[in-house]
């Protein structure tokens, strides 16, 4: 597999030090048309001026929303898919509140300079004003998608549903176009105006077309993966190995993941994110997945020269930042699949790793064979941890409760304060981790997680 360079760290300021630059400008238009002014004067042309002002935030955050899930190679390796999509939740929901004080806002000014009722003039605008209508039908495809991403609403939702319906947003962005273009006097100011809004959209819909779409089609008509073999793994879990064209030029790293979907049948268009589970440098792919019945169970089925379709490669949970030296890796369930993949492919000396792998029984442990081979080859200490959760808020199992989080995780690992320490796993069990590595001494830029939750 090709390797990739380290991720230069200017990159995560440079693309933070843009989104709030678009932000300032998105002011200082506002401004230089007048905004503060009106704003003193007070009356209808204060609400109206707030209005444009909270319509054109919201225009610049939706936007942004768009470019930070559009899959961009330099954004995603600068902060990683979790961290993502945690911003473009907090985007949106922003955005949508200055977009509903935005038409609470237009509307109260706008009747208070006609002396008419605000209802009967929300009306006339949505009638009357060009492209109104369509801005009505993006404003509620955004609210329906801002409403089903709350959680109450995702834990009634299958993800298959909840991603189907988030789509949607794109559309609500695109019909709010044609409303700026005709009756968006800010956005038509003065040439800088115009020249900035079509370049914020047209920048928005090229990442979309690009990353979005183009590079998944080109990658997946370049490589051509294909199913080799299935291998049971344990009670429960999968291994589908892959085979392909160019797999050399795969970018792709151990601790990554790809979104998979599998041309075995109906079903095939949903996808599921899988992560490698063995290091990618012998020109094989492999995947392990558990069966959590939300359509992964197919996965032990998949016939040899089965077509796969895939999306990334996602992830920042590699080594491309490993400076050398002690390795600690904590594992959770499937969550051990990734760092498996990292066990291989890091460069650490002989008896410096150490895996601390928690299932909930010894049944249930996959990669025995592998993991022997790692303890033998490369003198990795695994430790086995079973049994179920002490309690909510803790990593540890029952057994292992009395002492402690943090005092559990020195014994267990003497060498912590002192290691990369990489963890993947339940995303509350994840945090309890965390939580007890910072407590045991080790600073928060050498633990290194990725969370899937969506």
């Known amino acids: 597999m090709t390797t990739r360079a380290g991720t230069p760290r200017w990159w995560a300021d440079a693309a933070g030090a843009a989104a709030v630059v678009s932000l300032l400008v998105v002011t200082a238009l506002w401004v230089a048309n007048r905004g503060v002014q009106e704003t003193l004067g007070g009356g209808a042309g204060a609400l109206s001026a707030t209005g444009r002002l909270t319509g054109l935030l919201a225009s610049d955050l939706l936007l942004l929303q768009v470019l930070l899930m559009a899959r961009i190679p330099l954004v995603e390796r600068a902060f990683g898919q979790d961290r993502l999509a945690r911003w473009h939740r907090w985007t949106g929901f922003s955005s949508l509140h200055l977009m509903l004080a935005h038409i609470v806002l237009i509307t109260l000014g706008y009747a208070a300079a006609a002396d008419a009722n605000a209802f009967a003039e929300l009306w006339n605008m949505v009638v009357d004003y060009p492209g109104m209508l369509l801005?009505?039908?993006?404003?509620?495809?955004?609210?329906?998608?801002?409403?089903?991403?709350?959680?109450?609403?995702?834990?009634?939702?299958?993800?298959?549903?909840?991603?189907?319906?988030?789509?949607?947003?794109?559309?609500?962005?695109?019909?709010a176009l044609p409303h700026q273009l005709w009756t968006g006097a800010d956005f038509l100011a003065s040439p800088l105006s115009t020249v900035y809004w079509w370049t914020l959209y047209a920048v928005?819909?090229?990442?979309?077309?690009?990353?979005?779409?183009?590079?998944?089609?080109?990658?997946?008509?370049?490589?051509?993966?294909?199913?080799?073999?299935?291998?049971?793994?344990?009670?429960?879990?999968?291994?589908?190995y892959l085979t392909g064209r160019h797999l050399d030029e795969l970018p792709v790293r151990a601790g990554q993941f790809l979104q998979w979907r599998f041309l075995d049948g109906p079903g095939w268009t949903r996808s599921h994110p899988f992560s490698l589970s063995a290091t990618p440098h012998t020109?094989?792919?492999?995947?392990?997945?558990?069966?959590?019945?939300?359509?992964?169970?197919?996965?032990?089925?998949?016939a040899?020269?089965?077509?796969?379709?895939?999306?990334?490669?996602?992830?920042?949970?590699?080594?491309?930042?490993?400076?050398?030296?002690?390795?600690?890796?904590?594992?959770?369930?499937?969550?051990?699949?990734p760092l498996l993949a990292l066990l291989g492919e890091l460069p650490y000396g002989f008896r410096?790793?150490?895996?601390?792998?928690?299932?909930?029984?010894?049944?249930?442990?996959?990669?025995?064979?592998?993991?022997?081979?790692?303890?033998?080859?490369?003198?990795?200490?695994?430790?086995?941890?079973?049994?179920?959760?002490?309690?909510?808020?803790?990593?540890?199992?029952?057994?292992?409760?009395?002492?402690?989080?943090?005092?559990?995780?020195r014994r267990l690992a003497p060498r912590i304060a002192d290691s990369q320490v990489y963890v993947c796993g339940p995303d509350e069990w994840?945090?309890?981790?965390?939580?007890?590595?910072?407590?045991?001494?080790?600073?928060?830029?050498?633990?290194?997680?990725?969370?899937?939750?969506w």
């Open 135 to 175: 801005a009505t039908a993006g404003t509620v495809l955004v609210v329906m998608v801002a409403v089903t991403s709350m959680r109450a609403a995702r834990r009634r939702l299958r993800y298959e549903s909840w991603h189907l319906l988030h789509l949607y947003a794109y559309l609500g962005v695109g019909l």
């Open 304 to 337: 040899p020269g089965t077509r796969a379709l895939v999306e990334g490669p996602y992830g920042r949970l590699t080594g491309e930042s490993y400076p050398g030296g002690p390795v600690l890796m904590l594992a959770c369930g499937i969550g051990v699949t």
């Open 430 to 453: 994840t945090a309890a981790v965390r939580d007890a590595a910072r407590g045991a001494g080790v600073p928060a830029g050498r633990v290194h997680t990725e969370q899937f939750a």
């Open 352 to 409: 410096e790793a150490t895996l601390i792998y928690r299932s909930r029984s010894a049944a249930d442990v996959a990669f025995r064979d592998e993991l022997d081979w790692l303890a033998r080859e490369r003198g990795v200490r695994v430790v086995h941890l079973h049994g179920p959760r002490a309690r909510s808020g803790s990593w540890l199992p029952r057994d292992l409760s009395g002492s402690g989080d943090v005092a559990a995780l």
């Open 204 to 240: 928005s819909a090229g990442a979309v077309l690009v990353y979005r779409l183009g590079l998944p089609v080109w990658r997946n008509a370049r490589h051509r993966l294909t199913v080799s073999h299935v291998v049971p793994e344990g009670p429960g879990l999968t291994s589908v």
């Open 283 to 302: 020109g094989v792919l492999r995947i392990t997945v558990k069966d959590l019945g939300d359509g992964s169970a197919r996965v032990a089925t998949l």
